[in-house]
């Protein structure tokens, strides 16, 4: 029974091309564009900018901050005479920023204080990329201020040495994550990798509950279902098997679609010189960990799809179906979503069992509590998952063996109606 029900969805196209085969073409896709997007964003800094300067000062300071943009600047840098009209310059649309040396800067640094350069940028585009490269500048003027500062404190102090005041004190920094001792510059690194397995199951639920509920519909919408529940089998046989059935088809999904949200991640991050460490990641957690949350998985799978099926059989086609299904899927989703970002430790024994009592939370459960070394939230997260699991499983058992199943129909302008009765 169960591979006749995993055979009838890979048959139908609905199914297989738009539940299975879509996300991972939309995710290579996506990667594709993403990843040239981000990769034109780090060319704009690179080639660099365009810059005019009016001086009004012509003192010593000007001219080295001058010379140094031109250094420090991969552009071009044009000097132009005093009383040059900014705007004119930026009618000529050859310039991204132009620059304003005061009459009083070299005086002013000359004495310390400080010297105010007006500075307009020419925004061609709201874009990312046409923006982004105005740092470049910012980081030039910064550079020079280091500069101008370790020149000035060399002239007072001649036998000090200068370049290690701005570095005095240097941090040897360690993290101890999982019990073990790791690089803390590479926790960001690691942090991508622990992104992608948090939301990875929250995808997986997704695409899972909808192929639940496009199955169902189909099934109410062709009438199959009629023809199924007067075969000689029992009904909670034909429950057990469409679960079963969406279980293994959404192993195959998931498969796939991890690969292709693999690629779109390393796609944006290969465009900015980066990569997931999801190995580095995975190689944290123990053995132990991660088979506790490839079981919470799991677990969580078959009862997103248990309940999606249950759910869905109160529709009258696969439109309604995956509408019920989306609204019934916000109440674990959200809170799923809070759990990103809520740090376990930072609360109270009794809170942090009540979070683990959220449906299909179990994944995220057991990766939180390893790296704490708690063991309570786990065995909480599973034997609630379970329970949950149980009680989909009788409830649809007893709902297949009714008679209703196929004369309930609840839509979303039948329930509006009852509404506002």
């Not at 201020?145 to 005041?165: E, F, K, M």
């Amino acid at each position: 029974m169960i591979s006749k029900e995993t055979r009838e969805m890979l048959r139908d196209p609905r199914i297989f091309l738009l539940m299975i085969v879509a996300p991972i073409i939309i995710f290579v896709l996506l990667g594709t564009v993403m990843g040239y997007a981000t990769e034109k964003t780090v060319q704009a800094t690179t080639f660099g900018l365009k810059i005019a300067i009016i001086n009004n000062d012509e003192g010593e300071f000007s001219r080295y901050f001058i010379q140094f943009l031109r250094s420090f600047s991969n552009g071009t840098v044009n000097i132009y005479p005093v009383g040059t009209d900014p705007g004119a310059l930026f009618q000529s649309k050859i310039y991204d920023a132009v620059l304003v040396i005061p009459s009083n800067f070299t005086e002013s640094l000359a004495h310390g204080k400080t010297a105010v350069v007006n500075t307009f940028y020419f925004v061609k585009d709201l874009s990312i990329s046409s923006t982004v490269k105005f740092s470049s500048l910012n980081s030039a003027v910064n550079a020079f201020q280091q500069q101008l500062l370790a020149g000035l404190l060399s002239s007072a102090y001649p036998n000090l040495n200068v370049t290690s005041l701005f570095h005095i004190i240097s941090l040897n920094e360690s993290a101890i994550l999982g019990g073990r001792e790791v690089s803390f510059s590479s926790i960001n690194s690691l942090l991508s990798g622990a992104i992608a397995l948090i939301v990875a199951p929250l995808m997986i639920f997704s695409i899972a509950s909808s192929l639940a509920a496009s199955s169902m519909g189909i099934e109410k919408e062709e009438k199959t279902l009629e023809i199924l529940l007067t075969l000689p089998i029992k009904r909670s046989y034909i429950m057990f098997s469409k679960v079963f059935g969406a279980f293994i088809l959404s192993l195959a999904g998931m498969i796939g679609m991890g690969i292709g949200f693999y690629y779109y991640i390393s796609s944006v991050l290969s465009g900015v010189g980066g990569r997931v460490e999801l190995v580095k990641t995975l190689y944290i957690l123990s053995p132990s960990a991660l088979a506790e949350a490839a079981i919470g998985l799991l677990l969580s799978l078959l009862f997103i799809l248990g309940a999606s099926i249950l759910i869905s059989s109160l529709a009258s086609n696969v439109r309604e179906a995956q509408a019920m299904t989306s609204y019934t899927w916000l109440p674990i989703l959200i809170p799923y979503i809070l759990l990103m970002y809520i740090d376990l430790s930072q609360l109270n024994s009794a809170s942090v069992l009540a979070i683990s009592l959220i449906p299909a939370s179990t994944p995220l459960i057991v990766l939180k509590s390893y790296f704490q070394g708690w063991v309570a939230p786990v065995i909480v997260s599973f034997a609630a998952n379970i329970l949950y699991f149980g009680v989909v499983l009788y409830l649809g058992a007893k709902w297949f063996e009714g008679e209703r199943i196929l004369s309930t129909r609840v839509s979303r302008k039948n329930l509006l109606y009852k509404l506002r009765k």
